[in-house]
């Protein structure tokens, strides 16, 4: 990974001289500018950025190109650059285009066209780490599609079908250059998603199980944290199984996004117009002189267009064909990530219904333990009542006039027995009264 950060990452210019010097035209005529630092990539006025460029090769370079730039090479409008842009936060998006597809997915912004990715040039662990794994991908696909041919000139040799079953081109296992690099991509985007998910279910339920055994108010202020990431990480994780169920849904888009085969339909429809233009100036030239009957059979050029619209027809159907079949192929991909995104969502609802259920509990218990206190509340004040009455009496004989019974010794002993007894006889008709109307257990 050091290697690959120093293969990529441009090294940081000493002064604006060293900049002017690092500027070189490519072969190709566009300039690119290298030795640019990383922390400065988007310039005023300009917009140019750093791109890590890899080709159906799997080489990598780096690339210094302005938006308008990029608009023009990948034939993109500027709101679907504006989705890349890691100044702002946009939710996880695929869209296909013309001749691109912009992915935006966590950490990985980049456009996928027919010949190569353009990935922002970023720091990032699993930027490096998706180059690596395309790298990897597209070399051990190179190898196999050299087997592959070898294997299929074989079979021609010996002619033998037998080879056509191990070697065909059919497999699912080789996808055009677009899939491979989207396939990577949520690869990385739902492992990303899915590591969060297990580092939040860690955390969780230690916590959860300590929230049980203690209520207190810094466990409490933790479970709220922690259900505010888990919050944010359930929306992350339901915008990416939406968009990628949202293409599962359009067949339309998942055509769009053949982006090998709608290059090579192109191709062979320019070729196939510039013989056909070329066959018509040179038919026109030698049919001048030529008399035409109108018994005889229909002349040459006529025969060439009929020829031409049965393969063009015949073209047509095999390209909707092999569209319909690339279609099954994208879905087969999709629907494999979307099984994944949607076990990380199923994980993150488990683990919120799990968070609801230990909410439940506590507000249970914190229901029980407010019973209580108001259980014992009603208790000390039938108590506080009981208690009121010796007051009371002492307050009749607290009062200055002569009453007899002031005159008696034993009348002090007789007024406190009857004053606690009938207290106690309150008091226990009051908690009888109470479990009656069932307001104390029994």
């Known amino acids: 990974m050091a290697d690959l950060k120093e293969r990529l990452l441009p090294p940081k210019p000493a002064s604006a001289v060293n900049l002017r010097e690092s500027y070189r035209p490519s072969a190709s005529g566009r300039q690119y500018f290298q030795g640019v630092d990383v922390v400065g990539l988007k310039k005023r006025g300009q917009g140019v950025r750093s791109w890590i460029r890899v080709d159906s090769f799997g080489n990598s370079q780096i690339i210094e190109v302005d938006k308008f730039t990029m608009m023009r090479r990948c034939d993109l409008p500027a709101r679907d650059l504006r989705l890349l842009d890691p100044l702002f936060v946009y939710p996880s998006t695929i869209l296909g285009r013309e001749k691109a597809i912009v992915v935006n997915l966590e950490q990985i ?63 699912p296992d080789y996808l055009p250059f677009e899939f491979r690099a989207l396939e990577v991509a949520l690869e990385s985007a739902c492992t990303f998603l899915d590591s969060q998910a297990a580092e939040l279910e860690i955390e969780a339920y230690p916590l959860l199980d300590e929230l049980t055994s203690k209520i207190s108010t810094l466990n409490l202020e933790r479970v709220r944290r922690l259900k505010s990431r888990l919050v944010a990480l359930t929306r992350r994780v339901q915008k990416v199984r939406d968009e990628i169920e949202q293409l599962m849904d359009d067949d339309g888009d998942m055509a769009e996004m053949y982006l090998t085969e709608k290059k090579r339909r192109m191709e062979s429809s320019f070729y196939g117009d510039q013989s056909l233009m070329g066959y018509r100036s040179t038919d026109g030239g030698l049919s001048v002189s030529a008399p035409v009957s109108p018994v005889s059979s229909p002349p040459e050029s006529r025969k060439l267009e009929k020829s031409l619209s049965i393969a063009r027809s015949r073209q047509s159907m095999r390209s909707s064909e092999s569209a319909t079949e690339s279609i099954e192929e994208l879905e087969m991909l999709l629907e494999a990530y979307f099984v994944v995104i949607d076990s990380t969502l199923n994980k993150l609802t488990s683990l919120k219904e799990y968070i609801d259920d230990t909410e439940d509990f506590i507000n249970i218990q914190l229901d029980n333990v407010r019973n209580q ?21 002492a307050g009749i004989f607290g009062m200055n006039f002569p009453i007899a019974l002031f005159d008696d010794e034993a009348a002090f002993k007789w007024v406190i027995i009857i004053t606690g007894v009938c207290g106690i006889i309150i008091f226990c008709s009051f908690v009888c009264f109470f479990k009656y109307r069932r307001l104390m257990p029994l």
Do not use: K
């Open 109 to 171: 912004r980049c456009i996928i066209t027919a010949d190569e990715v353009l990935l922002l040039n970023s720091l990032d662990s699993y930027v490096l780490q998706y180059v690596v794994e395309l790298q990897r991908r597209l070399t051990t696909a190179g190898v196999g599609e050299v087997w592959q041919s070898e294997g299929a000139d074989l079979s021609r040799r010996r002619g033998s079908r037998s080879f056509d079953n191990v070697f065909g081109s059919t497999s």
């Open 373 to 393: 206190l108001i259980q014992f509340e009603l208790i000390l004040t039938t108590a506080t009542f009981v208690v009121a009455i010796f007051g009371v009496v």
